[in-house]
């Protein structure tokens, strides 16, 4: 609990740094202040889990390794954000305080030990989020962002709310070990129940851009700046499906016979949604957006294979896919800042002009993939054994053949850097992003080579 309060403290004491106008201040105080909680997080780690505050949440090894790794994306993009957000307003308090205050809600997500600390969770860390979306005032694709991001969130949220309610009403708690004892005592279970678990999973499927709720992803996380966009696409995504996972693997999964054949349904339909309208995209960040929904169907597998190398594997995939497209959205900033575009023709020649920037990118787009000695290659290959052990063999075959298909665009920007001839335009790249990319690429063929290091945490 202390890093919820230590981040919850430093997004105010990031205000107050505003308003007293010490902007250089800002980024070095966050760090260290995430830092601190990264802190916080480790050292609880050979401390036996209880519930806090009357059962609200709980630091398990399940919790705290997902929060160090929602602190340490978070860390990544921050140092990113140096001299990005001073383009777009004087006042950068703001920026830096609403994405503590998010990463904060995402911390409450994956501990919670009670539905009301979830609902609590999402709001904090969405609510942010609707802000940040639409920060850029002048830009009416920004302004889109915000509008859909908040109406979709608020839809979903209905969602969840009532299938909380129904799941109180059914077993009169909020409490996760009591709902467990519910579902468990052997007693007929009421049909709110199984309509509180079908709520459950369509509210959540929107927060994590499953289909067929995802259609507000690809214009969100095109209309937003791509830091926030980068964000959310991990760091919110990453706690959603923790938080997912939590509620499915504690309290339903004797009920696995009812909700898996519904769970199998939208990881297909997510798969190929995803993967097919990406293929036919032009713009880069468009493509990331619309991949991300087919990466959302590979980490649900996770939920329908519930058990500690569920939950490894669920880690590994996310740390790759997170570490990947940090990766990809930075490279993507320094093309845009040079080339002014966000199309594939942008990088054209990049392995000429910059070869560093494309080495990265194709480590990055290669680890997206799932290309052996990368972490997705890692994450994909535990998510499809452990769908093996339980006979998913169908789901396998069909999450093959869009993997197959996600090569073809991963490969495109790849083709474009090192075989097309572009503008002979020096793209400047700054310290601290050549710190993160090199942090990036390293960790993406160190959990490729190593995945032991992750998944054998939880």
């Given amino acids: 609990m202390s890093a919820i309060i230590t981040l919850s403290l430093l997004a105010i ?34 401390v036996d889990a209880t519930p806090l505050y009357s059962g609200m949440v709980l630091f398990d ?18 140092v990113l954000s140096k001299g990005y957000f001073d383009s777009i307003s ?3 308090a703001e920026y830096y305080a609403l994405l503590i205050f998010s990463l904060t809600g995402s911390l409450l997500v994956v501990a919670f030990h009670n539905l009301s600390m979830l609902f609590i969770g999402i709001e904090i860390m969405s609510v942010a989020l609707y802000i940040l979306a639409g920060i850029r005032k002048k830009d009416l694709a920004s302004n889109e962002a915000s ?34 004892d519910y579902v468990s005592n052997g007693s007929t279970i009421s049909p709110l129940f199984y309509a509180g678990i079908l709520f459950l999973i369509v509210g959540l499927a929107f927060k994590v851009g499953a289909a067929p709720f995802h259609f ?12 926030i966009t980068t964000f959310m696409s991990t760091v919110v995504k990453t706690a959603a499906f923790g938080g997912f996972l939590r509620l499915f693997s504690v309290c339903f999964e004797p009920l696995q016979s009812f909700w898996a054949p519904i769970l199998l349904i939208i990881i297909v339909l997510t798969l ?5 309208s990406a293929l036919v995209q032009q713009s ?27 939950n490894g594997a669920m880690l590994v995939y996310a740390t790759a896919y997170s570490i990947a497209s940090v990766t990809a959205f930075a490279v993507l900033i320094l093309v845009k800042r040079s080339e002014g575009g966000e199309y594939f023709e942008s990088f054209n020649g ?38 093996l052990s339980n006979l998913h063999v169908a789901l396998v075959i069909l999450a093959a053949i869009n993997a197959a298909i996600g090569i073809f665009y991963y490969f495109h920007v790849i083709i474009n850097m090192y075989f097309k001839e572009g503008n002979a335009v020096l793209i400047t790249t700054d310290n601290n992003y050549k710190v993160v990319l090199f942090i990036a690429a390293l960790l993406t063929l160190l959990i490729g080579i190593y995945p032991e290091c992750l998944s054998s945490l939880i």
């Fill in 13 to 46: 004491l990031v205000l107050y740094l505003g308003i007293f106008k010490a902007p250089k201040a800002l980024l070095p105080v966050s760090l260290f202040g995430m830092l601190a909680a990264l802190f916080f997080q480790w050292k609880l780690w050979s």
């Fill in 61 to 78: 090894k399940f919790a705290l390794a997902f929060s160090m790794l929602l602190i340490g994306i978070t860390m990544l993009i921050f």
């Fill in 90 to 92: 004087s006042n950068i």
């Fill in 147 to 180: 509008l859909k991001y908040f109406l979709m969130g608020a839809f979903s949220t209905g969602f969840l709310l009532f299938g909380i309610a129904l799941v109180y009403g059914a077993s009169a708690s909020f409490d996760l070990a009591k709902i467990r």
């Fill in 216 to 227: 507000w992803t690809p214009d969100v996380y095109d209309g937003s700046p791509i830091l």
């Fill in 272 to 276: 190929f949604i995803g993967n097919i």
């Fill in 284 to 310: 880069f960040k468009r493509m990331l957006a619309y991949s991300s929904i087919s990466h959302a169907g590979y980490m649900l597998f996770a939920i329908l294979n519930m058990n500690n190398q569920a």
């Fill in 350 to 387: 990049l392995g000429k002009t910059n070869p560093f920037l494309a080495l990265i990118l194709t480590i990055a787009m290669l680890s997206l993939a799932g290309i052996p000695l990368t972490a997705g290659f890692i994450g994909k290959f535990l998510m499809f054994s452990e769908a």
